[in-house]
């Protein structure tokens, strides 16, 4: 087995392929990839038994064969090499990796131990806008649990309905809302399936830096489409685009009904500089870290018209307090609400609008976060924390 590929296209393929390689396996072969050389190239494939990452790359094959080798390890050796042909050489059970003087030997581990990769022979097709797809994953993504308790919620429910895919993403204490327009929906069943929310952010992920990488920024290429399968028993759902395939299992389970948290009206709606209020949260962050990360936002009347001040405090028995204000427009009576910080300051961050709204009851219902494009079916639902009195 060998081939010859460019650095800049292995290092790049390497690096794909390592969203699904585990670090620290139980099964050392879990932290390999396995590298094939045929007729249509190089292929390089991972896996952690959960998601698998497969990427296509253009060589000169020079013998067919494929093996098995730390993902890690050679990622680290080929990213550091100069540009220019490297060329990949099996040579009884190692693989020397040579190039411009430099030269690197790897031991192997045979093929037919690492994990068969389930292909999903038929199932329902989609085609989605790429960039699209991955600016309005990234938008919600992070609201997702960590929490492996509940595994419900650490994924991320896509509902598929005539012409769109909605994606409700939420831990319990906020939610995140999007849709997404299906490219060339054909009869499509409504559908509902739970994908984890780790390998939606991957395929996010692979988009933006393939983007990047190509343009020179994450706008990515207009028009350029994903094609997603999704198996008919529901249980696995495939990403494809550029040479990339992603596959992931799907959560199996009821997801809760999400809806019913979210209020139907609200008696205050705020709209607000973006990166003022990022910046008024920072300040008092400092000292909300120390005393639960509950920071309270007081938004008031002012005059006539819809002027009004935003006051956003946070106090500590240890380092103090803080109480920072900006000007806001307002429609409304006002009030007051307490949040976590870090749940405002993510969400601030994903968005891009140069304004939002925000909307409120009173202090123990959810807060809601807009954009400022009443088109866009993009919204952030926050919990709030009780007021101490």
Known sequence: ????????????????????????????????????????????????????TKVQVGGKVGAFGEITLSGKMI???????????VKFEKLGEEVVITTKGYSGRFPTMPPEEFPAIPKIEKGISLEVDSAEFAKRVLKIIFSAAQDEGRPILTGALCEIN???MRIVVTDGYRLGYEEVALSSPKNLP??????????????????????SREQGDEKGKAGEKINILISDALNQINFKINGVEF??????????????????????????????????????SI?????????????????????????????SSQVGSSDVSCEVGIVGKGGEIAFNYRYLAEVLSAIDDEEINFEMNESLNPGKITGMDSKDPYFHIIMPVRLQA
């Not at 809760?256 to 008696?267: G, L």
Request: proline letters at 4%; glycine letters at 6%; zero cysteines.
């Open 1 to 52: 087995m060998d081939f010859k590929v460019l650095q800049s296209e292995f290092s790049k393929a390497l690096s794909t392929s390592g969203k699904s390689i585990l670090s620290r396996a139980n099964l050392p072969i879990l932290s390999n990839v396995l590298i094939k050389a045929g007729a249509s190239g190089v292929e390089i494939v991972s896996t952690n038994l959960e998601t698998a």
């Open 75 to 85: 990622l680290e050796f080929v990213s550091q090499l100069p540009e220019g042909e």
């Open 162 to 164: 005539k012409n769109r």
């Open 190 to 211: 409504n559908i509902k399936i739970n994908v984890p929310a780790r390998a939606l952010n991957e395929v996010a992920k692979i988009i933006a830096e393939g983007n």
């Open 247 to 284: 596959t992931s299992r799907l959560i199996e389970g009821e997801y809760p009904n999400w809806q019913k948290i979210i209020p139907s009206t609200f008696n205050t709606k705020v709209t607000i500089n973006r990166a003022e209020f990022i910046k008024l949260v920072k300040i008092t």
């Open 287 to 315: 000292f909300a870290r120390e005393s639960g990360n509950i920071i309270k936002l007081k938004f008031e009347p002012t005059g006539s018209g819809k002027n009004g001040k935003l006051s956003v405090m946070a106090t």
